[in-house]
């Protein structure tokens, strides 16, 4: 390897970071906005620390991709439930062969990775990463896109309006209490997302819209945190974290560009936009660093192919044998 530049450590700390980031890190490792209780080996020095077969196969077992449906309390009670999709998203999508998942990284930026992303069968992106006039480097198949409620709720982002989000099927999420409990979380959503939702569907009432369950967000932080020998955020992991998890339960093998960075890493923040901050490939509010360890750890690919496309290769919940 004595050729090949740095790629991500799987044990990277918090302690690694600069004073700034350090110092938000912790903060959000004390809030607790949204009531994390703390169970099982999370946080414990010591903890043993699982091989990636090992890691991989806790993630399907205690992982499980729900979506809201018509007939869940308190939606089966106001008269718009019928908007959302009568069946379960791991029942409607897949299952493809061959996937990816494109983090929306400013290591992107002349990677002339379109050709590759575009010839998996299905593409994963992520809120508002565009791909016209971005072809060359992420491609220009969109098959699921993954937006938070921020983005629904933003005047910038136009969501009812722009065309970035009639194509392909939605999927959206919220950061919800860590109860999961659907009552409380209806009555106390980070964003709007339940209002926005109603408005796009009237809008675009044909493309299919899926809601996560709050319980798949949480159920992924936890399988961070166990599996981690220090504390970590305690608010949800990134779109970046949740689509892959999606994807390894849609697909029989799952690519996921540049959210390990490659040769390319850059503190340039998103490929399309000209705004530096090293938090948004290390990040602040999210527990990203730990989420990056993680998938290093459960990475089957080679660091080469890390170093020089930015890419991980992981195998699809189905494919594994446990
Ligand atoms: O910023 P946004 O959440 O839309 O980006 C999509 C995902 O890509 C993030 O949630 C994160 O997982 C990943 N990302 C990253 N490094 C960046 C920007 C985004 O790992 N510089």
């Given amino acids: 390897n004595g050729l090949l530049g740095e790629v991500w450590d799987d044990e990277m700390s918090s302690s690694m970071l600069g004073t700034r980031m350090k110092k938000v890190v912790q903060n959000y490792q004390a809030m607790n906005k949204y009531g994390v209780e703390l169970s099982g080996p999370g946080g414990v020095s010591g903890t043993p620390k699982l091989s990636g077969p090992e890691l991989l196969c806790q993630l399907k077992d205690k992982v499980e991709v729900a979506t809201l449906t018509p007939d869940l309390q308190p939606f089966s009670l106001l008269p718009w439930a019928t908007q959302l999709p009568p069946q379960q998203l791991t029942s409607d999508l897949g299952p493809y062969k061959s996937c990816a998942v494109v983090s929306s990284a400013g290591s992107l930026r002349d990677s002339g990775l379109g050709k590759e992303i575009d010839s998996h069968e299905a593409v994963l992106r992520f809120n508002a990463a565009p791909t016209t006039g971005y072809e060359k480097d992420v491609g220009s198949k969109t098959t699921i896109r993954l937006i938070n409620s ?31 409990d659907l009552t409380k979380w209806f009555n106390r959503t980070d964003y709007p997302i339940f209002a926005q939702y109603q408005r796009y569907r009237r809008l675009h009432p044909l493309q299919p819209f899926y809601i996560l369950h709050p319980r ?42 540049e959210f390990l960075p490659s040769r390319r890493k850059t503190e340039l923040c998103h490929y399309y936009q000209r705004f530096y901050d090293a938090a948004c490939t290390l990040g602040a509010y999210h527990p990203l660093l730990y989420e990056k360890n993680l998938v290093k750890r459960m990475n089957q690919g080679s660091d080469r192919d890390i170093y020089t496309n930015g890419r991980v290769t992981l195998p699809g919940f189905r494919k594994l044998n446990c």
């Fill in 216 to 257: 798949f967000e949480w159920q992924i932080w936890q399988r961070i945190q166990d599996n981690m020998a220090e504390p970590i955020q305690k608010n949800p992991p990134s779109s970046g974290m949740l689509g892959t998890v999606l994807m390894m339960s849609l697909c029989e093998v799952v690519h996921v560009y």
């Fill in 150 to 180: 921020q983005v629904m709720a933003s005047d910038d982002h136009r969501f009812l309006s722009s065309s970035l989000y009639s194509s392909g099927v939605l999927v959206a999420w919220d950061p919800a209490p860590f109860s999961a």
